[in-house]
């Protein structure tokens, strides 16, 4: 019989206490009550995405009157996340009219705030067409935004810096910018974004 009164007790006690914590839920909760934290937002990790925009070209450039093209392709990279700090390395594959391929190897660093993240990229960049062979400097700034934690959608503006390796039949510099929307997909884990 004590053990009855002792068991029934003892679940009256816990039921009182869920009670009490319920009730501290909306004023806040005690000192005691560990805090509930809200998903935190990662740009770690491995992604992958497509992308597609404008490339503006010098006339001077092309051998042809189209001075504005359709530019498109895929990116692939990896970041890792210090704080509010990102860093990493991404590959991108693009085409456009007359072009073959225009690919490029940059490093990134940005700033990561909420769901958005801000950054500046540099790196190698290297193409070619139907007549000769580009490469050199690519650089510039994007903006991405997470829609939720494994997928944002961006803006991204870069400036390429290139030179041909037979200048025959165009000028020795290409020079030119691209804006393209991007879509990214994040192979990255909630857990990541806590260690």
């Given at each position: 019989?004590?053990?009855?009164?002792?068991?029934?007790?003892?679940?009256?006690?816990?039921?009182?206490?869920?009670?009490?914590?319920?009730?501290?839920?909306?004023?806040?909760?005690?000192?005691?009550?560990?805090?509930?934290?809200?998903?935190?937002?990662?740009?770690?990790?491995f992604?992958?995405?497509?992308?597609?925009?404008?490339?503006?070209?010098?006339?001077?450039?092309?051998?042809?009157?189209?001075?504005?093209?359709?530019?498109?392709?895929?990116?692939?990279?990896?970041n890792?996340?210090?704080?509010?700090?990102?860093?990493?390395?991404?590959g991108?594959?693009?085409?456009?009219?007359?072009?073959?391929?225009?690919?490029?190897?940059?490093?990134?660093?940005?700033?990561?705030?909420?769901?958005?993240?801000?950054?500046?990229?540099?790196?190698?960049?290297?193409?070619?067409?139907?007549?000769?062979?580009?490469?050199?400097?690519?650089?510039?700034?994007?903006?991405?935004?997470?829609?939720?934690?494994?997928?944002?959608?961006?803006?991204?503006?870069?400036?390429?810096?290139?030179?041909?390796?037979?200048?025959?039949?165009?000028?020795?510099?290409?020079?030119?910018?691209?804006?393209?929307?991007?879509?990214?997909?994040?192979?990255n884990?909630?857990?990541?974004?806590?260690?």
């Open positions: 019989m004590r053990i009855m009164k002792l068991t029934i007790a003892l679940i009256a006690l816990l039921g009182m206490g869920g009670v009490a914590s319920a009730a501290d839920l909306g004023r806040g909760g005690s000192y005691k009550d560990e805090p509930i934290l809200a998903p935190v937002q990662t740009w770690g990790g992604y992958f995405g497509g992308n597609a925009g404008a490339a503006f070209f010098d006339n001077d450039n092309r051998g042809n009157d189209d001075d504005t093209v359709f530019i498109g392709g895929v990116h692939v990279g990896f890792r996340q210090a704080g509010n700090v990102v860093y990493g390395i991404e991108d594959v693009n085409f456009a009219d007359d072009i073959d391929y225009l690919a490029s190897i940059r490093a990134r660093l940005g700033f990561a705030y909420d769901s958005a993240l801000i950054y500046a990229t540099a790196g190698y960049a290297f193409g070619e067409d139907d007549f000769t062979e580009v490469d050199g400097f690519v650089g510039g700034i994007g903006f991405d935004k997470k829609l939720r934690e494994n997928l944002s959608v961006g803006l991204e503006g870069l400036y390429y810096a290139l030179e041909t390796d037979d200048n025959r039949f165009r000028d020795e510099d290409v020079d030119f910018f691209t804006v393209r929307a991007r879509l990214t997909f994040h192979l884990r909630h857990e990541d974004a806590l260690k």
